[in-house]
């Protein structure tokens, strides 16, 4: 079975503070596609990466990195001198080949206060 | 390049009314899948479909719930007899190809039930 765990459901830092949105997942499967999407007050999702399970590379994106460990089946996605326009909830998913379904975390509330 | 377009944004029903959700993929994509929301929650699949088929509703309700992808069209999720615990989000995503890597989501229509 599929599973993502978002341990954390609210974190609340005050801006310029670093913060780390914790995923683990779990799978059977040995191709599999993890993901962040970031939800803001809006509604609507906006997508931030996608990682294949054959890359464990971590990547860096302005004030945004992800750290892939398959060692600990985790995706955690940490966000550099936060600030307020990141407040929002934050999902972690994860997708396998064999099915066509995204399998989406809780969610993370991140509150980032001034 | 338009997006996935879904529609109503916002929906307000009344309790026992029906409610029809509209999905248009991205231009090219014949594959979409509908999310559902609930308050507080992370998404959760509902169905997976393509031009007239429904290929996995593993995740659609047993009863008073359907979707249909027509040859010509948007894609539609319907709630017959909606109840309270309807009120959710429900995102639609579309692919090109059967997506367990790449998923592209909708805004998402805000259902609320009175």
């Known amino acids: 079975a599929q599973k993502v765990t978002q341990a954390q459901t609210e974190i609340s830092v005050v801006e310029k503070e670093d913060v780390t949105l914790d995923c683990v997942y779990e799978?059977?499967?040995?191709?599999?596609?993890l993901f962040w999407y970031k939800q803001p007050p809006s509604g609507e999702l906006v997508f931030l990466i996608r990682?294949?399970?054959?890359?464990?590379q971590n990547e860096i994106s302005g004030r945004y990195s992800w750290n892939f460990q398959k060692s600990t089946s985790s995706f955690n996605f940490t966000i550099t001198a936060s600030q307020v326009v990141d407040s929002a909830v934050y999902f972690c998913?994860?997708?396998?080949?064999?099915?066509?379904?995204?399998?989406f975390g809780s969610g993370t509330k991140l509150n980032v206060k001034p | 390049n338009a997006g996935v377009m879904q529609n109503p944004r916002h929906l307000v029903r009344r309790r026992g009314q029906e409610a029809r959700l509209r999905c248009s993929p991205m231009k090219g994509h014949s594959h979409v899948y509908w999310y559902r929301q609930l308050p507080e929650e992370g998404l959760k699949f509902m169905v997976y479909l393509q031009k007239e088929n429904i290929i996995d509703e593993s995740g659609m309700p047993k009863e008073r719930f359907s979707a249909e992808f027509p040859k010509e069209g948007p894609s539609i999720l319907r709630i017959q007899q909606v109840v309270r615990g309807d009120s959710a989000a429900y995102f639609c995503?579309?692919?090109?190809?059967?997506?367990?890597?790449?998923?592209?989501f909708g805004p998402g229509t805000r259902l609320t039930v009175t």
């Open positions: 799978t059977r499967d040995t191709t599999y596609y």
């Open positions: 995503a579309s692919s090109g190809t059967g997506g367990s890597y790449e998923q592209y």
């Open positions: 990682r294949n399970s054959f890359d464990e």
């Open positions: 998913a994860l997708s396998v080949v064999s099915f066509n379904k995204f399998y």
